[in-house]
C-alpha cells in the first residue's frame, strides 16, 4: 500500500512548516490536491494521511483533498480533453501522440491553522 508511505512523505513535508508557526496556533487543515491519474486511491490515501497526522500529533487537523481530473491535448490536432487514462487516445482525430496535462498531481496545496 504505497498510500501509506505518501501520507508520510506529506507528514514530513508539512512537520518544519508546522514547527515554524507559534506555540499557540495548531493545524487545523492539510490541503491535499490529487490527480486521478496519479495511481493513487484517494479513500485509502485520505484516510492514510489521517492517521499518520494523528500519529504525529495533528489530532485536530482535518484533511482536505481536491481531486483534478485529468486532461490531455493531442500533439496532432491540438485538442484539449478530458481523460482517465494515462496514454490518451484524441476523441478528436484518434491520435495517439497525446501529452498529459493534468491529473497526475500529488501536492500539498495549503495549509490552515487556528489559534488554541
Do not use: W, Y
Amino acid at each position: 500500500m504505497h498510500e501509506l508511505s505518501l501520507a508520510a512523505s506529506v507528514a514530513e513535508i508539512i512537520k518544519p512548516i508546522v514547527s515554524q508557526q507559534p506555540n499557540d496556533t495548531i493545524l487545523s487543515a492539510v490541503e491535499v490536491e490529487v490527480g486521478t491519474l496519479a495511481g493513487v486511491e484517494i479513500d485509502t490515501f485520505t484516510t492514510a494521511l489521517h492517521t499518520v497526522l494523528q500519529a504525529e500529533g495533528f489530532t485536530q487537523a482535518r484533511v482536505d483533498i481536491t481531486v483534478i481530473p485529468g486532461e490531455a491535448t493531442c500533439l496532432d490536432c491540438e485538442t484539449t480533453f478530458k481523460t482517465e487514462r494515462r496514454n490518451a487516445i484524441c476523441p478528436k482525430c484518434g491520435s495517439g501522440k497525446c501529452l498529459t496535462a493534468r491529473g497526475t498531481e500529488l501536492r500539498v496545496s495549503g495549509l490552515r491553522f487556528k489559534d488554541s
